[in-house]
Nanobody
Framework: QVQLVQSGGGLVPVGGSLGVSCVAS???????FGWFRQAPGKEREFVAA???????WYGDPAKGRFTIARDNAKNTVYLHMNRLNPEDTGVYYC?????????????????WGQGTQVTVSS
């Protein structure tokens, strides 16, 4: 049974840093991972992605501030976020796909974590 279990997140002041992680289990292949987020009243948006060969992509809000990484030995993908601002508040989701599809599209991902709240206080 494929599972993505997230941890981390929480409350952080403006300008602070925070990390979220996602442990994958049950996969029979090395997936591409993505991080998405959804703010209240807004659509889910792409944050960052990392391929099975460690290629990385970032959405505009994440460029220069966020870093995605993976540890294949631990089946874990991480998102480290710096210089956070209130617009970064939302529920962050990790997602996985087999590969070969758009990394930035929600519909490309077959597996999703449970979501983790990140709140940036002003």
């Amino acid at each position: 049974q494929v599972q993505l279990v997230q941890s981390g997140g929480g409350l952080v002041p403006v300008g602070g840093s925070l990390g979220v992680s996602c442990v994958a289990s049950g996969f029979t292949f090395r997936p591409d991972f993505g991080w998405f987020r959804q703010a209240p009243g807004k659509e889910r948006e792409f944050v960052a992605a990392i391929t099975s060969s460690d290629g990385t992509w970032y959405g505009d809000p994440a460029k220069g501030r966020f870093t995605i990484a993976r540890d294949n030995a631990k089946n874990t993908v991480y998102l480290h976020m710096n210089r956070l601002n209130p617009e970064d508040t939302g529920v962050y989701y990790c997602a996985a796909q087999r590969g070969g599809s758009s990394l930035t599209s929600i519909g490309s991902y077959d597996y999703w974590g449970q979501g983790t709240q990140v709140t940036v206080s002003s």
